[in-house]
């Protein structure tokens, strides 16, 4: 069973699309700190196809929660240009806060958050992230 939302790509609809993580993730009986760390991964993984992959233009992001044997799975779908997030490089957090580039934590965020992340191109041409975190 799966509980899918889409809506504009537009920074406004980050609450919602947490909400409807929560709610779904919820719905699938998975625990709260699971949920919690997939909610972080799922927001910051949004933010970067909205504010990177659509660069402000207008388009779509679908957000597909669901549960398969153990985990708790996310898929992020969107029709930005075609970028593959695990294919960036993790920072260097070893280096003072001062030599360090703004930003950019976002998809190290989502990694550390998550059990896997997986990155395709499904056939209709649109970028599709999968989230996987144990939800036990």
Do not use: W
Request: proline content about 5%; glycine content about 8%.
């Amino acid at each position: 069973m799966s509980s899918t939302l889409r809506t504009s790509a537009e920074l406004g609809n980050l609450a919602t699309i947490r909400r409807f993580v929560l709610e779904a993730a919820t719905s699938l009986e998975v625990g709260r700190v699971v949920i919690e760390d997939m909610i972080q991964a799922v927001d910051e993984s949004a933010t970067n196809v909205i504010v990177h992959g659509y660069e402000g233009q207008p388009g779509i992001i679908e957000v597909e929660v669901a549960r398969e044997g153990d985990d708790l799975v996310v898929h992020i779908r969107d029709y930005a240009p075609l970028f593959d997030p695990t294919t960036h490089p993790s920072p260097d957090l070893t280096l003072p806060l001062e030599r360090r580039r703004f930003g950019g934590l976002g998809i190290h965020l989502s990694r550390e958050c998550t059990d896997a992340v997986i990155y395709r191109v499904t056939p209709d041409g649109a970028n599709e992230l999968t989230l996987l975190k144990k939800a036990f």
